[in-house]
């Protein structure tokens, strides 16, 4: 048995995918798996050191904003384009996988629609509320379409059968519990706030974090970790002295620049404010945990801000377009949905009824069905 995975891009699209490759050679050892991504990807790092064989292959996506830059970008990706649909041809000749599954990005498409046309059988699966556009364009090409959420299928042609399997989260995820990580922090039963930008750190998030500790620093009412990113690190501990707040004395505060405990603290913690990835979503509903969103508004067709609503619609979170993000905002917002713990466990019961935690064993069914 050969399963062959095409995705690539961000780590939203990489780490499902490996988690249901491990999911396969826990149940078929000596099954065949390997990978076709963007050479210059993230891919082609963390695909080998998860112990995968990796076929690389030149492909590029299309820009949406028009400028001059991005004309230059979409030249570059029309030649890519040519290039990959040759490069994936040959690669899976001489690979000849039983089945292709693509997990999302544009590495999905040529080599999907190559698979369909050499008779191999496929599947693709899309991670986000409002399906992208590799996701419509292959349609016609998979013989399986696997929707992380329900709102999805919504937005495609009814036309077909959907299969929905959820997103793929960490055994870490799964496994967290809510008293020992409160008890490895030293915490009390005071509501604890986490809040984080992404890797690199979301500017205007960080701003208005500053506020909202400033807000409630010394006040002895919350737990606050906050994770910078990159791009935040250097300045924030800062902006926090000219609001007055001396981490040193603030032993409830927690600033780093990255979590790399995420399943801890993400146990540990009352209400979580963040973006609104695909899997961010899936973890903070396994966990059952309250939220305050603040979509990415640089993404395309705004594909976080649908995510977010699929919670703000059932009541398992809050959401504040980033356009609208003001300190006293979320100030606000957050003080509104704190001043009762049962208003977040509220919340958090809802996220948790919206959770599928065997996400990779639904994708697993769905390919060997293919076989």
């Not at 039983?98 to 629609?113: A, E, K, N, Q, T």
């Not at 919504?154 to 519990?177: F, K, S, W």
């Not at 801890?264 to 973890?283: F, N, P, Q, Y």
Request: proline share 4%; with cysteine; hydrophobic share 40%.
């Amino acid at each position: 048995m050969h399963i062959l995975f095409a995705c690539g891009g961000t780590g939203g699209h990489i780490n499902p995918a490996l988690a249901v490759a491990g999911y396969i050679r826990e149940h078929h050892p000596d099954a065949r798996i390997s990978f076709i991504g963007n050479r210059k990807g993230m891919e082609a790092t963390l695909v080998p050191k998860a112990g995968y064989d990796f076929y690389p292959i030149d492909v590029a996506g299309f820009q949406r904003k028009i400028s001059l830059v991005n004309i230059g970008r979409n030249a570059d990706a029309f030649v890519k384009m040519f290039k990959s649909s040759f490069q994936s041809s040959k690669l899976l000749k001489n690979l000849a996988p039983d089945v292709v599954v693509g997990m999302g990005g544009y590495v999905s498409g040529p080599v999907l629609r190559k698979a369909h046309q050499l008779g191999i059988k496929t599947a693709t699966h899309e991670q986000n509320a409002f399906p992208g556009v590799t996701t419509k364009m292959l349609l016609k090409y998979v013989d399986t379409v696997m929707l992380a959420m329900p709102d999805a299928r919504l937005r495609l042609p009814q036309d077909r059968e959907y299969v929905i399997t959820g997103n793929p989260v960490r055994g870490e995820i799964l496994r967290a519990d809510r008293a020992s990580a409160r008890a490895h922090f030293g915490m009390d039963d005071r509501i604890m706030i986490l809040s984080f930008g992404g890797s690199l750190g979301a500017k205007r998030i960080n701003e208005a974090v500053a506020s909202l500790i400033a807000d409630h620093a010394g006040s002895g009412k919350f737990y606050h970790y906050h994770a910078t990113g990159k791009f935040g690190i250097e300045w924030m501990p800062d902006l926090l002295k000219e609001k007055g707040v001396d981490l040193s004395k603030c032993p409830e505060i927690r600033m780093t620049e990255y979590i790399d405990d995420m399943d801890l603290c993400m146990a540990a913690a009352d209400l979580v404010i963040c973006r609104a990835g695909a899997i961010t979503l899936s973890e903070l509903e396994t966990m059952g945990r309250a939220s305050v969103l603040i979509p990415s508004p640089n993404v395309a067709e705004n594909h976080q801000y649908h995510n977010a609503m699929t919670l703000v619609n059932r009541k398992a979170a809050a959401v504040i377009e980033e356009k609208d993000l003001t300190d006293e905002k979320l100030i606000d917002v957050v003080n509104e949905l704190t001043k009762r713990k049962d208003i977040l466990d509220s919340m958090g019961k809802k996220a948790a009824e919206m959770a599928i935690t065997d996400a990779s064993k639904r994708i697993y069914d769905e390919i060997i069905k293919l076989l």
